[in-house]
């Protein structure tokens, strides 16, 4: 079974542009979960899906992100404009519905804004 | 607001040598995890914490959980050049309506060396 997959797994882009994150969850997976990790600091909720629906978007930082799920499968992470404190590994996870004890995680994608 | 801190954040053995990463967290928790991250690579699940004096071992590793001191342990026992890696621990909250928004510390860097 695949796991966890985040593409890109590296983006490094200009402040100002646009940047979309994308992750696909392990197939039959409703609960999906965004964490970024920035500057070395602690990894940081930012926001949880249940199918297409945002359970808790309460880690989002401000409007400049924005996240979909649009059919309850993939989801993306857009942000734009991009600024220099948005640097960091972005991580998803994902769990079956119901259960929010195991969330299995992607390997993150790394985004440089230079 | 459930904070969770680490320590230390960083960490240098000496192979062979034993030693102890603390995670200290400010409210009721539901479960404490441990897990391991190499570079590039997804979080790993190492360890689920549920009940006051649990312990938990595998290998090398073991990870305890005193909930009345809000306090886990993860003990190295003799390591090894192949337990060098970022450790975090995480809390998920008692219920309430933040469902499955992990809270991690800031990650301990360990680096095993000769």
Known sequence: ?114 | ELKVEQNPLFLSMQEGKNYTIYCNYSTTSDRLYWYRQDPGKSLESLFVLLSNGAVKQEGRLMASLDTKARLSTLHITAAVHDLSATYFCACLPAGGTSYGKLTFGQGTILTVHP
């Open chain 1, 1 to 114: 079974e695949a796991g966890v997959t985040q593409f890109p797994s590296h983006s490094v882009i200009e402040k100002g542009q646009t940047v979309t994150l994308r992750c696909d969850p392990i197939s039959g997976h409703d609960n999906l979960y965004w964490y970024r990790r920035v500057m070395g600091k602690e990894i940081k909720f930012l926001l949880h899906f249940v199918k297409e629906s945002k359970q808790d978007e309460s880690g989002m930082p401000n409007n400049r992100f924005l996240a979909e799920r649009t059919g309850g499968t993939y989801s993306t992470l857009k942000v734009q404009p991009a600024e220099l404190e948005d640097s960091g590994v972005y991580f998803c996870a994902s769990s079956p519905l119901g259960q929010r004890y195991e969330q299995y995680f992607g390997p993150g994608t790394r985004l440089t804004v230079t």
